[in-house]
């Protein structure tokens, strides 16, 4: 029973990976380059929920997320607009260097703005709901809930949709879909809003579970990382499995290893996979883009 | 080309004028983690100093100079740390440095100062290992075989003869846990499960799951807020029912504030002065004045005591040699009360301590009174 519940954290911690690295991962697979600056969508997601419920506006957190998604959303664009597309045509390292950049860019000026102070949304407690020996807290179903309904939008937008095929011709040969007529400034838009929705939805749960810091999304963006690679980079549903895969072994890890070295998996992921496998544990065969 | 090289000689006697010019205060470093993960304290240990660096100042500052702290953010790493003393070395030629929070980047930075003859005075650091860093090196905060001993009285004396302990994986923390480990074992209890934690985290489920496994009646947790605050939301969700014994390093209303309920009834320790004291009077009635918009950060007192003392020892100090203002600051610091109780250093450069004991009651921290 133990295990099972250690089993259940992992996968609820490791969805909130899924809900980062598929962000990650997908504008990998267009733009292929991985952004540095991702974890501060999450920050900012979690920051201007906050900046809503805060005076003047004072709204109500469930409210103020909608809000809060779109200045996200708004950022993400703003960043490929500004940043990303004039750059487009330079090499991939120089589209790195600049996500590094704007990743300290974005972060201090939240600093900036909020302080560094540790902040909170108050939410009031409420104890978890148990069935026998399993617990598992509103917070974790409310985070369970959101990556599944966020993920299944993301499989039927890309089996069901026209655009879901145009983004995945996109990934998959950028020159050749131009060619066919795929709308690329379209779909390079809808990269940039799916993955910076996520960012921030998963920020706010973040931020709801524990505390809002710059740092915060920092943090979070490593295990990303981890699940991008353990997927295969630009793999979308490599990085689902990557991320469940990794929170899993991360809480499962705390029944044997010392728990001061939780992040070791993460790491050890990451290494292993570069030496060995870096196409990602489905390189055997083409995933779907 | 004349008018670029005009230029260019009124740029380097502009240059050639500025150390003249900076001669005009005495100045000393401090690394202070302004940005990264301790940047949450780093702005009140800045308040702190700046409130004391006032009041010297008003008070004539350094035998009849300004007293200037320059200010150098470590992004609360060691090897921010590093560079930052570096600096203040070489750059800034500073002899006396006021060293970073957190015990790892303190060590960090210790054999530097010693080796180049720089006094090195702690406000925050409490590892043990920090006493053995050398003759320049002194703290106005006690040393964690103190608080070690102290905790482990704390939970005696609350009747917990089985507790599991856990603590941040830093340092500080293990050489925390340590000091309690001996003191408790000592006294005849038993520790059921200990384990650390890592920082910065968000998820600490698991690691709670361990401690409701164990079925102990009290734990002792060594961390700092973000991760205090954030186990105890998760305890408290997973309807953990155990005594929560914390160190001084949680004890804020910033605990408070993001772990709400989740927080009360925890009992905590921490290095205590009394408040009655005119001196804490005084710093407090200033503080208000200065910073009315914050509250009286964590270890602010002590950042200001370490000011105030550094200043005095500046003043005793016949000449700037490194050794005649580590004998100062030995002098200085005899019998000094300040907000924080008597500085008076050991051998070592380490401060005795009083414990006090802390509980959270309806949303505010307080004094333990059984």
């Given at each position: ?23 990650l ?12 600056a ?21 709204l109500?957190?469930i409210?103020?997320t ?10 993400g ?14 090499t ?9 950049g ?35 807290t509103?917070?974790?179903?409310s985070?369970?809930?959101t990556?599944v ?26 020159e050749?879909?131009?060619i ?15 993955a910076?929705t ?7 749960l ?13 943090i979070?963006?490593?295990k ?5 690679l ?22 499962l890890?705390v ?10 998996i ?8 570069l ?5 990602g544990?489905?390189s ?6 | ?8 000689l009124?740029l ?24 990264g ?8 240990f ?22 200037k ?6 992004g ?45 005075i ?6 043990a290992?920090i ?5 320049y ?6 040393s964690?075989i ?6 482990a ?22 050489g ?14 038993e ?20 401690i ?17 605050a ?19 390093a ?6 408070v504030?993001?772990a709400g ?7 905590g ?15 407090k009635?200033?503080w ?6 914050s509250k009286i ?10 000011v ?8 005793l ?15 200085a ?25 802390w ?12």
């Open positions: 029973m133990y295990y099972l519940q250690l089993v259940i954290n992992g996968i609820i911690a490791g969805s909130m990976y899924a809900l980062f690295a598929v962000g991962t997908m504008v990998y697979g267009v733009f292929r380059f991985i952004n540095f991702h974890g501060e969508l999450i920050a900012l997601g979690a920051y201007s929920a906050l900046f809503f419920t805060s005076p003047p506006l004072s109500p957190l409210w103020a909608a809000p809060a998604v779109a200045c996200t959303v708004c950022v664009l703003l960043q490929d607009r500004l940043v990303f597309q004039p750059l487009c045509h330079g991939r390292m120089t589209l790195l260097i600049a996500s590094i704007l990743s300290y860019l974005l972060r201090n000026a939240i600093q900036f703005g909020f302080g560094s102070d540790l902040l909170s949304y108050n939410v009031d407690l409420a104890a978890g709901y148990e069935w026998g020996p399993i617990i598992v509103r917070m974790q179903l985070m369970l809930i990556a309904v966020f993920l299944t939008f993301l499989y039927w937008l890309f089996t069901r949709t026209m655009l879901g095929k145009a983004l995945r011709a996109v990934a998959d040969n950028m050749l879909a131009g066919m007529g795929i709308p690329l400034g379209r779909v390079n838009r809808t990269v940039w809003i799916l910076a996520f960012a921030a939805v998963g920020g706010i973040l931020a709801m579970d524990t505390s809002l810091e710059p740092m915060m999304g920092v979070n963006l490593l990303a990382f981890a699940a991008v353990l997927g295969g980079p630009g793999n979308v549903w490599g990085a689902l499995i990557g991320g469940i895969a990794i929170g899993v072994a991360e809480n890890s029944a044997v290893l010392s728990p001061g070295y939780k992040d070791f993460a790491f050890a992921v990451i290494l292993v996979m030496l060995f496998r870096p196409g544990i489905f055997f065969q083409k995933g779907m883009r | 080309m004349m008018g670029s090289l005009k230029k260019l009124g380097a006697i502009v240059l050639a004028a500025l150390p003249v010019w900076a001669q005009d205060a005495v100045e000393v470093g401090s690394i202070t983690p302004l940005s993960k301790l940047a949450v304290y780093g702005e009140g800045q308040r702190a100093m700046n409130l004391a660096l006032e009041e010297v100042n008003a008070a004539g500052g350094i035998q009849g100079k300004p007293l702290i320059i200010f150098e953010d470590n609360s790493t060691s090897q921010g740390s590093v560079s930052a003393i570096q600096k203040l070395i070489t750059v800034h030629k500073v002899p006396i440095i006021f060293g970073p929070a957190a015990s790892s980047n303190f060590l960090a930075i210790c054999p530097i100062a010693q080796q180049n003859k720089v006094v090195l702690g406000a925050e650091s409490a590892a290992d006493s053995q860093c050398g003759s090196v002194f703290r106005v905060f006690p964690d103190l608080q070690g001993r102290g905790g009285e704390l939970a005696k004396e609350l009747g917990y003869r089985k507790v599991v302990l856990t603590y941040i994986n830093n340092d500080w923390g293990v925390l846990a340590e000091a309690f480990k001996d003191s408790f074992t000592e006294s005849g209890g520790i059921i499960d200990e384990f650390p934690h890592e920082e910065g985290k968000s998820d600490y489920r698991s690691e709670i799951l361990r409701k496994q164990s079925n102990a009646p009290a734990v002792v947790n060594l961390t700092y807020i973000k991760e205090g954030a186990m105890l939301k998760q305890a408290f969700e997973m309807k953990v029912k155990t005594q929560w014994i914390m160190g001084s949680s004890k804020s209303p910033k605990l504030e993001i309920e989740a927080a009360e009834g925890i009992i320790t921490y290095p205590t002065f009394s408040q009655d004291t005119p001196q804490y009077q005084h710093f009635t200033a208000e004045k200065a910073y009315p918009e950060g964590v270890f602010a007192e002590y950042n200001y005591d370490m105030n003392l550094t200043a005095k020892a500046l003043n100090a016949v000449e700037s040699t490194p050794e005649a203002l580590r004998e100062a600051l030995m002098e610091g005899k019998g000094y009360q300040g907000v924080t109780g008597d500085k008076t250093f050991d051998e070592n450069g380490d401060v005795g301590a009083v414990y006090g004991k509980t959270v009651t309806d949303g505010k921290i307080v004094d333990y009174r059984k």
